[in-house]
């Protein structure tokens, strides 16, 4: 199981990272994303990243402001979140995504084995 941390509430232009431990022997097969949801709205793709890092992805929104990075050896994938608006309020999901390593769109249609979420909450 997939399991996500540190989510919390902020206020607009606050930072929080966070983490995903995955319960994979090795995450070096595997590419990973991270999704959100917004109170009423789809789920959507944030930013994916492949196993060996060749490709990274990140939504129009998110461009310059998050940053998706992982830890092989510990297994564990993060999301540094710079900047927070208060649209980027949302349930945070970290999922495998696509096959053989790779991503293709980073769409939650690509995402295979889901965590349960950590809630961002970003005040005005």
């Known amino acids: 199981q997939l399991v996500e941390s540190g989510g919390g509430m902020v206020q607009s232009g606050g930072s929080l990272r966070l983490s995903c431990e995955t319960p994979?022997?090795?995450?070096?097969?595997?590419?990973m994303g991270w999704f959100r949801q917004a109170p009423g709205k789809e789920r959507e793709g944030v930013s994916c990243?492949?196993?060996?890092?060749?490709?990274?992805h990140y939504a129009d929104s998110v461009k310059g402001r998050f940053n998706i990075s992982r830890d092989n050896a510990k297994n564990t994938l993060y999301l540094q979140m710079n900047n927070l608006k208060p649209e980027d309020t949302g349930v945070y999901y970290c999922?495998?995504?696509?096959?053989?390593?790779?991503?293709?769109?980073?769409?939650?249609?690509?995402?295979?084995?889901w965590g349960r979420g950590t809630q961002v909450t970003v005040s005005p």
């Open positions: 990243i492949s196993a060996l890092v060749y490709s990274v």
């Open positions: 999922a495998t995504v696509g096959r053989n390593g790779r991503y293709r769109t980073c769409s939650v249609a690509e995402a295979l084995r």
């Open positions: 994979f022997q090795t995450l070096d097969y595997y590419a």
